[in-house]
């Protein structure tokens, strides 16, 4: 399937938190947008069907040329269908949704996992717009990765390359939902801030409050981001000397942060590495949030592969 904007495309991205959706066209504008509750507790097979749902009303509203899916979970691209999925979304597991939303709609769909889709969004909208080569790193309830290269995701033997989230930090730490402890995810994920915050304060405070608070000055805020942080960095040098990636892209809601979040990270990073390392990288905060899972799940779609 071609681009352009007589192309138009339903698309969803599904989490065990929210399914977003809407109708985009091949040249990536988002035409029309929506969310709904992930209805989890139901099982895979419910959620599918939530999908099918406003995926009927989407049709009855958009001549749709195919369906784009970004989901949580492991994903065989080439069978669209779930490798392994959390329990954030139980019974998703084997659940195959490319054949069954074809079947249903008799339309072309495409499934990937939801941080290939977001590096794949930046790369064709958004921080990563012309780089072929990079990393995408989204720090969330987890930290997830993907690999691009030559404008394509590296998927490894079973589509589960860019696990960067388990890559150990503390060997004999903390316990990850893995199974193996001291895991990067654990320490670095905001999530983990989340948690850094509780110890400290005694009580949660939402995170963009947290970063205001350290913005003007509050010393708790600013020792709890600071080491929060260390650890962020403390991964990223890892990644850039086993990669020598020229760009670093950080999704996730924590990328809403900006300046407070990017400087400082990059600062840290560039005490860690090499010289010849970081004269060469870039890191950016994702510019596109939760739209690029949208729109990289309809690249893909597009085959717009170079
Ligand atoms: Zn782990």
Redesign the pocket.
């Known amino acids: 399937m071609n681009g352009g904007t007589e192309v138009i495309v339903g698309a969803f991205d599904i989490g065990g938190t929210n399914i977003k959706y809407g109708v985009l066209n091949g040249a990536g504008d988002i035409l029309f947008k929506a969310k709904i509750a992930t209805n989890a507790k139901e099982g895979g097979k419910a959620v599918i069907g939530q999908v099918k749902e406003h995926a009927k009303y989407l049709l009855e509203h958009y001549e749709l040329n195919g369906i784009a899916i970004s989901t949580a979970g492991q994903i065989n691209k080439q069978e669209g269908s779930v490798i392994h999925a959390t329990e954030s979304l139980p019974g998703y597991t084997g659940l195959n949704i490319k054949e069954k939303l074809e079947n249903t709609f008799g339309l072309p769909v495409v499934v990937d996992n939801d941080v290939n889709c977001a590096a794949l969004g930046e790369y064709w909208k958004g921080a990563a717009r012309g780089q072929n080569h990079f990393l995408c790193m989204t720090l969330g309830t987890g930290i997830g990765g993907a690999i691009v290269m030559d404008g394509s995701v590296y998927n490894g033997a079973a589509y589960s390359a860019g696990e960067f989230?388990?890559m150990t930090l503390y060997p004999g730490g903390d316990a990850?939902?893995?199974g193996?402890n001291g895991?990067y995810?654990q320490y670095a994920s905001s999530r983990a801030l989340e948690q850094r915050v509780l110890n400290y304060f005694q009580e949660s405070i939402p995170l963009p409050e947290l970063f205001n608070q350290a913005r003007n000055g509050n010393q708790g805020a600013e020792f709890v981001l600071d080491h929060w942080m260390d650890d962020v960095a403390l991964g990223m040098k890892s990644l850039v000397h086993i990669f020598n990636p020229p760009l670093i892209v950080i999704g996730g809601g924590i990328s809403e942060q900006g300046d407070y979040l990017l400087e400082k990270l990059q600062k840290k990073v560039a005490t860690r590495i090499m010289p010849s390392f970081q004269r060469s990288l870039q890191i950016k905060l994702a510019e596109n949030g939760n739209d690029a899972n949208l729109q990289g799940a309809v690249y893909q779609l597009l085959d717009r592969k170079k």
Do not use: N, Q, S, V
């Open positions: 989230g388990h990850c939902l893995c193996d895991c995810e």
